[in-house]
């Protein structure tokens, strides 16, 4: 028989798991159901540091930028990391209770592809077929491992309606040299299996909001709130909503048939595509630079109040422009959501 379980007792939220051996403490809480703060479950982001006030831990490897030495000098630890020895107090830094009371357990599936499509040179699309259903909220993410010796896992974001629980479509950016990417342009052929693990993932679209809701994103981002934004729509709510993407040039941009038809049955629906790389392209009447500039002179224009809820998802340099934007602006930290999307390390 393995070592007994030992218990996690996490404050101010008062909730208790047990976290078995060798099974980091993130790990743990996601098994049971207990959706707490998390990015990329690496040790690279520092989403899901909080603080040790009783207990032995070790720390796997971690990236100093996401927990620094004095910090872990002062107990601070990272849930992805954290092995429990003993039992553990716990004092969450950042939580939310709406993530904590919409949980889902994180379950294993196998999947099937059905397909993949170019939507641009360097963008596809995936679809993929479940086993069984998979309950997730619109916004939110699956670790997806490619069959083979070499394992290769990685993190996508579902591109459809939480209503498609066995069809999930996901959309992927390749990369030069990307380990996963590369296959989408001949090896991922139809039929080929893949084991599927989640939802994970704290940037979900929130229900039953007043003011307006701020969609914002570059490359891949499309995939997650396009999920959120499809969600909206079939949820009834009467909302203005605005969804900034930006690009390079026009032929990056995706899915410009489909944003037409969403805005003619939907009067509040305005989409804001920016190019990056316009300023030769008289053709070109849109907006122009980066997405975080747009989006800085639309909330000047028009102060969206107190009641608005921004997601944003993209790449890192993409957010870390967008922060000071939206603070300058007035935005509550705690209706801003982010989906940053870190490297792969290997």
């Known amino acids: 028989m ?3 379980a030992n218990v996690v007792r996490l404050h101010p939220v008062g909730i208790e798991f047990e976290v078995e051996e060798n099974e980091t403490v993130l790990n743990a809480a996601f098994r049971q159901g207990i959706s707490l ?11 899901c540091k909080c603080v040790l006030t009783q207990g032995e831990v070790e720390l796997k490897k971690y ?25 553990l107090e716990v004092e969450l830094l950042n939580y939310d209770e709406e993530v904590l009371s919409k949980s889902i357990p994180v379950r294993e599936f196998v999947g099937s592809i059905t397909g993949v499509s170019a939507l641009t040179h360097d963008i596809r699309r995936l679809e993929i077929v479940l086993d069984q259903p998979l309950k997730f909220w619109a916004g939110q993410y699956v670790d997806i491992t490619l069959p083979g010796a070499e394992t290769i896992t990685r993190s996508f974001s579902m591109a459809n309606s939480p209503s498609e629980t066995k069809a999930l479509a996901f959309i992927i950016k390749k990369y030069p040299n990307g380990r996963f990417s590369s296959k989408l342009d001949g090896e991922l052929v139809t039929g080929t299996e893949v084991s599927i693990k989640g939802p994970y993932g704290t940037c979900f679209r929130r229900e039953n909001r007043n003011g307006a809701m701020i969609l914002i994103g ?18 009834g709510e009467n909302r203005p909503v605005y969804f900034f993407y930006g690009a390079r040039t026009r032929n990056d941009l995706f899915y410009l048939d489909e944003f037409e038809e969403i805005a003619a049955n939907n009067p509040e629906f305005t989409f804001i595509p920016v190019l990056s790389h316009a300023s030769d392209d008289n053709a070109w009447a849109g907006e122009k630079g980066f997405v975080h500039e747009a989006v800085s002179a639309h909330l000047r224009r028009s102060p969206p109040g107190e009641d608005v809820d921004v997601y944003a998802c993209g790449p890192s340099p993409m957010i870390e422009a967008l922060t000071p934007v939206l603070q300058i602006n007035g935005i509550d930290s705690d209706r801003i959501f982010f989906d940053k999307f870190t490297p792969a390390n290997t």
């Open 2 to 4: 393995g070592a007994p």
């Open 37 to 47: 703060p998390h990015g990329c479950k690496e040790g690279q982001c520092s989403a």
């Open 63 to 87: 990236s100093t930028f996401a927990l620094n030495e004095m910090e872990r000098d002062q107990d601070y630890i990272l849930l992805c990391r954290t092995l429990a020895y003993s039992d």
């Open 218 to 235: 570059g490359g891949s981002g499309m995939s997650p709130l396009w999920s959120i934004l499809h969600d909206h729509i079939g949820s």
